[in-house]
Nanobody, 127 residues
Framework: VQLQASGGGLVQPGGSLRLSCAASGFNLDGYAIGWFRQAPGKEREGVSCFSSNDDTPYSANSVKGRFTISRDNAKNMIYLQMNSLQSEDTAVYYC?????????????????????WGKGTQVTVSS
């Protein structure tokens, strides 16, 4: 049973990256699944997510209009398309699953009970 995030890297400001999160050993259906990030010296914050009760995506205000979460149920994967990247987006990005409805899926604290996080992938935005 595993979550594996990938796709991070170094990109210039204004550039794009696409992160992937692959789930193995279990089915993502029925779980809230989200992308989170943590920059050095800062708390982990929610970026984008799908709640466990519907397919509505939720995103933090800081990334709305720039980041898009999507999912491929057949492949048991979720993605995070990140456009117009800024230096403030530099962080380690994680995917995780939980049981959380509505925009509660953006709150990382709702994921600590199940505590099922993938290893992070580093995103660095720098010229």
């Amino acid at each position: 049973v595993q979550l594996q995030a990938s796709g991070g890297g170094l990109v210039q400001p204004g550039g794009s990256l696409r992160l992937s999160c692959a789930a193995s050993g279990f089915n993502l259906d029925g779980y809230a699944i989200g992308w989170f990030r943590q920059a050095p010296g800062k708390e982990r914050e929610g970026v984008s997510c799908f709640s466990s009760n519907d397919d509505t995506p939720y995103s933090a205000n800081s990334v709305k209009g720039r980041f898009t979460i999507s999912r491929d149920n057949a492949k048991n994967m979720i993605y995070l398309q990140m456009n117009s990247l800024q230096s403030e987006d530099t962080a380690v990005y994680y995917c995780a699953v939980a049981f959380a409805t509505g925009d509660a899926c953006l709150n990382p604290h709702n994921y600590y009970g199940l505590n099922f996080w993938g290893k992070g992938t580093q995103v660095t935005v720098s010229s």
